[in-house]
DNA sequence: CGAGCCTTTGAGTTTCCTCAACCTGAGTGG
DNA sequence: CCACTCAGGTTGAGGAAACTCAAAGGCTCG
């Protein structure tokens, strides 16, 4: 469970002790939620296997992915201070979690002094991706956003253990455009011509990086 | 300091014990930093008056605002997982902030139980504020950004005390811009017509709003 | 009071969106 | 087993939003 749960950084006997306190685990079939915003947050989820994208809604229906999330990080956090959940996290395939209750932490972190430096620490990565995102969404166009977006997923792929070179995008265009902040159609048009420039090979969601550089290019050559 | 420097949530006991601790200030000049992306992370700030802003630069040399922080904020956070900071903290006028010592407080928070749950409340929060970004950069378009940013900005100053509908812009149109994700003429081209339309009146940088409902409605009645 | 920065406003251009048609592949029922 | 359906994806044409470039006016600060 450590290896998969919960980031490095803990000690054996520390991973020991959690391992008693997470055991349970939920499955998620593609298309239901985890948890929904506005519920009361009783647990955060570390990723066992599969994709889940976390997503808000605003009043007027318009909806804005925040995140995908893969196997090995930690979901939930953002709820924490309100103790209520900050978004809906649904999945993108079918996903086990495992369930770290929070009554179960608190009374434990008493005993477990790395624990707390690591959720800190979980938090505080979420923080630094969030504030990478708005620069993404703030300052780059479309191209550079849709670069970025490849080489991201490509190095989280390969921290996995999976190719960093060749893999399956869970999501659709449109969820990719809700991310990025663009249309379905422009995310579209961006791939094919990512394609055409020799960069990539895309089928359907089967994505096939041919030249990495170039691609690291689009967006570090701008202005 | 309580009130100024710490969010409410702690007993009275605790304040007091935090008093003893954060005894330090420090004073920012208009334009200088307090920190800076990369130093190692010896403290985080409570702004005791002022206005600052924190930013991130690419190695490109494209930057964004990732905050503007008003008197009673928290700024440093983002740092506390690598233990370095993650932007740079700016002063947009001449200001004074709390110095909480990192040492200091690892050691205190055994004594104090509420301390380590108020740092995670703070974190979170800042997580919660962050994710509203993404949405405002993702799916909003330049007057629904200009309006919630408005919004914002009178609500967090009447919260602090400040008059909800009369206010100083400590920032310039560039400044807004950046953190918005637009350029500094569409921001000055909106505020002009915002305030053709009556819903504010604007001179530099004194803001007075006019019709507070009108500006909520901008970015309410959109699709 | 002058220099430099900030702001405003205009004209033209680019980027991305909208609308629309068509294609593809997976799943379904006859 | 095949035609059908439907969601997801591609591609094109036209338009709207925001950007770029440019010029001029206003504040602030030394």
């Known amino acids: 469970m450590g290896q998969l749960c919960l980031p490095v950084g803990m000690s054996q006997q520390d991973l020991v002790k959690m391992d008693t306190i997470v055991q349970e685990r939920v499955r998620v079939h593609k298309g239901e939620t985890l948890y929904r915003m506005g519920e009361p947050l009783s647990a955060v989820y570390a990723i066992r296997f599969g994709t889940l994208k976390t997503h808000v809604t605003m009043e007027d229906g318009r909806t804005q992915i925040t995140g995908f999330h ?26 086990e979690v495992c369930v770290v209750r929070f009554d179960d932490l608190q009374s434990l972190s008493n005993h477990l002094p790395s624990l707390q430096g690591q959720f800190l620490r979980l938090m505080s990565k979420e923080i630094s991706q969030d504030q990478v995102m708005l620069i993404t969404l703030g300052s780059m166009r479309a191209e550079e956003r849709l670069a970025a977006f490849l080489v991201n997923m490509s190095e989280r792929l390969s921290a996995r253990g999976y190719s960093s070179t060749e893999f399956v995008l869970r999501m659709s265009r ?14 579209s048009r961006l791939f094919s011509r990512f394609a055409e420039a020799g960069l990539i090979q895309i089928r359907q969601r089967h994505v096939k990086i041919i030249d990495m550089a170039g691609i690291k290019q689009v967006y570090s050559r701008s202005c």
Chains 1, 2 share one sequence.
């Open 174 to 187: 449109e969820e990719i455009g809700s991310y990025l902040g663009l249309k379905l159609e422009t995310v």
């Open 70 to 95: 893969l196997p090995g990080e930690v979901i939930g956090l953002d709820g924490l201070g309100e103790m209520q959940h900050a978004s809906d996290a649904t999945a993108l395939e079918d996903a």
